[in-house]
């Protein structure tokens, strides 16, 4: 959420539509850190050390793994992970307690189209991939988010949120999602289960975030530090209680 508000600001979390017909196998839960997803990965794969003519199949596992291993709907902290963010969130802006740290968002069965292609990318940018968020944004639609992958000397579309074709877009060597916006026909294809005011409308609005950068960095930052604020802070708080005791009430006595 905070991702696609950071490429959209008038983006409204309740105009997102869900996937109706999510893909989702319960059993992948166990991957619950981004080294594990990685080890899972490269099982499938047979190899820990991706072959450069053959980066397109490893980045295809990631795909349909990221895909399997969620389901639509945010992911956000909550007392029991993150209280000082909670309390937070709600007087800085609503939406930095929605997790953008990808080992975070792994221990969770569901997340959002951004949170999905942040774990997606981190796994690949681990592997050594060049890689780039994709947003778009419908004043009508609402928002959603995505990555591109450089491999092939070229940038390739992958949408795991979503849960487009993947035979659509394998046979034509995943296209970027420029040249997708130029063949509409390609993409009303890879999305049949949408409507075709959604694909035509909302895909042709992409923008392009930086490249070899995880969006959020702001939010990550600010999750990171409550994190580690959730679980030291009584620490500092005992020691401020026993100086005092010491400095104060002790001489009272």
Same mark, same amino acid.
């Given at each position: 959420?905070?991702?696609?508000?950071?490429?959209?600001?008038?983006?409204?979390?309740?105009?997102?539509?869900?996937?109706?017909?999510?893909?989702?196998?319960?059993?992948?839960?166990?991957?619950?850190?981004?080294?594990?997803?990685?080890?899972?990965?490269?099982?499938?794969?047979?190899?820990?050390?991706?072959?450069?003519?053959?980066?397109?199949?490893?980045?295809?596992?990631?795909?349909?793994?990221?895909? %399997?291993?969620?389901?639509?709907?945010?992911?956000?902290?909550?007392?029991?992970?993150?209280?000082?963010?909670?309390?937070?969130?709600?007087?800085?802006?609503?939406?930095?307690?929605?997790?953008?740290?990808?080992?975070?968002?792994?221990? %969770?069965?569901?997340?959002?189209?951004?949170?999905?292609?942040?774990?997606?990318?981190?796994?690949?940018?681990?592997?050594?991939?060049?890689?780039?968020?994709?947003?778009? %944004?419908?004043?009508?639609?609402?928002?959603?988010?995505?990555?591109?992958?450089?491999?092939?000397?070229?940038?390739?579309?992958?949408?795991?949120?979503?849960?487009?074709?993947?035979?659509?877009?394998?046979?034509?060597?995943?296209?970027?999602?420029?040249?997708?916006?130029?063949?509409?026909?390609?993409?009303?294809?890879? %999305?049949?289960?949408?409507?075709?005011?959604?694909?035509?409308?909302?895909?042709?609005?992409?923008?392009?975030?930086?490249?070899?950068?995880?969006?959020?960095?702001?939010?990550?930052?600010?999750?990171?530090?409550?994190?580690?604020?959730?679980?030291?802070?009584?620490?500092?708080?005992?020691?401020?209680?026993?100086?005092?005791?010491?400095?104060?009430?002790?001489?009272?006595?």
């Amino acid at each position: 959420m905070e991702i696609t508000v950071f490429f959209y600001p008038h983006f409204d979390q309740q105009t997102e539509e869900n996937n109706p017909a999510d893909k989702y196998d319960p059993s992948l839960l166990r991957l619950n850190s981004v080294d594990k997803l990685i080890g899972y990965c490269d099982s499938l794969y047979g190899l820990t050390a991706i072959a450069k003519n053959d980066s397109g199949t490893y980045a295809n596992i990631v795909g349909r793994v990221i895909r %399997y291993r969620f389901y639509h709907g945010y992911s956000w902290y909550h007392f029991g992970s993150n209280y000082v963010a909670t309390l937070l969130a709600p007087v800085l802006h609503k939406n930095l307690s929605a997790i953008v740290v990808p080992d975070d968002i792994l221990k %969770y069965p569901h997340a959002a189209c951004s949170q999905q292609s942040i774990v997606g990318m981190k796994v690949l940018m681990e592997k050594g991939y060049d890689v780039r968020p994709v947003g778009f %944004y419908d004043s009508t639609i609402g928002g959603h988010f995505c990555y591109e992958i450089r491999y092939d000397n070229d940038w390739h579309f992958y949408d795991p949120n979503r849960e487009p074709e993947e035979k659509v877009l394998n046979n034509l060597n995943r296209p970027g999602i420029g040249y997708l916006t130029q063949h509409p026909e390609i993409l009303l294809a890879a %999305y049949p289960k949408d409507s075709q005011q959604l694909v035509l409308s909302l895909y042709k609005t992409y923008k392009i975030g930086k490249e070899g950068k995880l969006p959020g960095s702001n939010a990550r930052v600010f999750q990171q530090i409550t994190k580690f604020l959730s679980y030291t802070l009584w620490f500092f708080l005992a020691l401020l209680y026993f100086y005092l005791n010491i400095k104060y009430f002790s001489k009272k006595e």
